[in-house]
């Protein structure tokens, strides 16, 4: 039986993927005449969209998932859905652990929402967890923006790290087409979308899963490719990717980026850490030496580019010196954001069996260690903004002050300046940057232009 009131929300944890998921999903919600509802208490259908990557991101989806249990008992047309990775992970034991659940589906599962649903509407309680082919999107995303868009390239992951459930919860690499892709992105930019993020767990893989190769013996598909292939897509100004993985960044990739105008000069490497006996047994594939290449080589051939990446600290049987030299690259490098984390034993992944586990005394020491020295970093890097002049893609109104529109840089900072968001959203803008913080600028405007590029 179809709930009466037809109303849903979903509740999104984890990464840029799972967003894009969530944003698929509102949209098969919506053809099948679903309404949102801002308030989940007001919805007859509830979809949690999970994470797994560290321990309390999955013990947050348990709190979450304990409270709207207890409701369902009293109002029992309420269908609860839990999407994503601990969907994924856990299938059949979630239904044991909260037997009030409808539907279990793993992130491989997204695009199958309304005939998923229609099982659970005929009475079933549902898991599909089995890894199969992505369908290819089908459907019409409700996307939370109106100026920026996300647009999935390749899912899953082959890499095995250590430390990492995404293998497990994501499966294996499944490339979209570049023709998919194209087709996608030409619509966004027909509805007036001006920035696009190409997104992947591991995006420089790109291409690896689909055929041909070129007469060097290249994979005829890869991500330099791709990005030639879609930058003359009319509307669109901006182009972003992520994530990127250092095994995968080539030079050609980085050539590539500086020479296309619509290739914004920010790259969210990720390195994990900067001891090479670390990076060994977390199976990254690469020396913190290649990672600084990369870098250099970006640095080389687009100076002012933003860098970002994730860490991990107290990683099983990191010594005091190696984490030494996980501060030493931060310190090296200068990143303008980085993502860090205590490193979280996950079920099903090697390193959690390890010995060497370290105390959550180490592991939270070295996180505050390394998260001081990314802020002093990310300070002194906000510095070289100042006076300068930026173009601001304006995406919303400054939610602390009306007066105020906000938007990105072309390297990702956040930047606020004084405007009419009616006026100005989707506009790039020129601004004079008057003040500087370690994560966001603020700024004069110059002038607000339709920019017109290649
Ligand atoms: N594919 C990307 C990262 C995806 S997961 C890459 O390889 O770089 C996002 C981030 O979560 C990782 O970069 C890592 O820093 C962090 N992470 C993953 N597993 C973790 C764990 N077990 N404990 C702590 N952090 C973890
Ligand atoms: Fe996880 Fe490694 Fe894959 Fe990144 S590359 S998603 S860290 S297994
Ligand atoms: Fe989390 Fe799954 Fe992304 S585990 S980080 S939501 S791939």
New binding site residues.
């Given amino acids: 039986m179809i709930a009466p009131n037809r109303r849903y929300h979903i509740t999104t ?6 967003k894009a998921d969530s944003e698929r999903m509102a949209g098969i919600l919506e053809d099948m005449g679903f309404e949102w509802s801002e308030d989940p208490n007001e919805a007859s259908l509830l979809l949690y ?5 560290r321990d309390n ?1 999955e013990q947050k989806v348990y709190s979450y998932l304990g409270r709207q249990a207890k409701r369902k008992q009293e109002q029992a047309d309420l269908t609860i859905v839990v999407a ?3 969907a ?2 856990e299938g059949e034991t979630l239904l044991r652990r909260v037997p009030e659940i409808d539907l279990v589906m793993g ?1 491989q599962h997204a695009n199958r929402l309304e005939e998923l649903l229609e099982q659970v509407f005929d009475g079933n309680q549902v898991v599909a967890t089995e890894p199969i082919q992505i369908v290819e999107d089908i459907t019409k995303p409700r996307r939370d923006s109106t100026v920026t868009a996300w647009v999935n390239v390749i899912y899953g ?1 082959n890499e095995r790290c250590t430390y990492c ?2 293998p497990n ?2 499966g294996v690499e499944q490339s979209r087409t570049p023709e998919a892709i194209k087709a996608e992105m030409v619509e966004l930019g027909k509805q007036g979308y001006k920035e696009i993020t190409l997104l992947g ?1 591991n995006i420089d893989a790109y291409g690896r899963d689909l055929p041909g190769t070129t007469p060097e013996g290249r994979h005829l598909h890869t991500l330099t490719d791709l990005l030639y292939y879609v930058h003359d897509v009319p509307g669109v100004d901006r182009l972003r990717f992520a994530t990127s993985h250092p095994r995968y960044f080539t030079e050609r990739l980085i050539r590539a980026c500086a020479e296309l105008p619509k290739v914004c000069e920010h790259f969210h490497i990720p390195f994990q850490s900067g001891d090479n006996e670390v990076l060994k047994r977390m199976s990254r594939g690469y020396t913190h030496e290649k990672y600084r290449r990369i870098i250099d080589k970006i640095r080389q051939l687009m100076p002012d580019a933003s860098i970002s990446a994730d860490a991990i600290v107290g990683f099983p049987g990191e010594t005091e010196a190696q984490f030494e030299n996980t501060l030493k690259l931060v310190a090296d490098i200068g990143f303008d954001h980085l993502n860090t984390a205590a490193y979280s034993p996950r079920p099903g992944t090697p390193a959690a069996l390890w010995d060497a586990q370290l105390s959550e005394e180490v592991k939270s020491d070295r996180l505050q260690r390394l998260n001081h020295l990314v802020a002093t970093t990310a300070q002194a890097r906000s510095q070289r903004y100042l006076g300068r002049v930026e173009e601001v893609l304006v995406e919303d109104q400054n939610p602390k002050n009306p007066q105020q529109v906000m938007g990105r840089t072309r390297g990702n900072r956040l930047t606020f300046f004084d405007g009419d968001i009616i006026q100005l959203k989707g506009q790039l803008v020129t601004v004079k940057i008057t003040e500087v913080r370690a994560f966001s600028l603020t700024g004069e405007p110059i002038e607000a232009r339709q920019l017109v590029v290649g």
């Fill in positions: 944890f984890g990464c840029q993927m799972n969209n999970t994470c797994t990557i991101a994503g990775c601990v994924q992970q992130p992951c459930v995404v919860v994501r767990q």
